[in-house]
């Protein structure tokens, strides 16, 4: 949060400067994941799935659309 709140400072000032804003998100999310390295010696990927990950994906798209201020909750 302190992150989101310096950088509406900075970008209150970047016009003066005849500069354009920066945007920056980011999306937290916590849950059951199932993680580990799919595919050969050759080609290898590492991979998350599950719920929480699924959501997790769908915020940060909902993040690209403009003027979107995402949710902020936090769980025990």
């Not at 992150?3 to 400072?9: D, Y």
């Not at 199932?34 to 998350?48: F, H, K, N």
């Amino acid at each position: 949060m302190g992150m989101l709140l310096h950088l509406r400072q900075v970008n209150a000032r970047l016009p003066q400067q005849g500069r354009a804003s920066i945007k920056m998100g980011i999306v937290l999310h916590m849950g059951e994941v199932i993680s580990g390295r799919i595919g050969s010696a050759a080609r290898c990927e590492y991979i998350l799935i599950g719920g929480a990950v699924s959501l997790s994906v769908k915020l940060a798209a909902l993040g690209n659309a403009p003027d979107w201020n995402p949710p902020v909750r936090a769980a025990a």
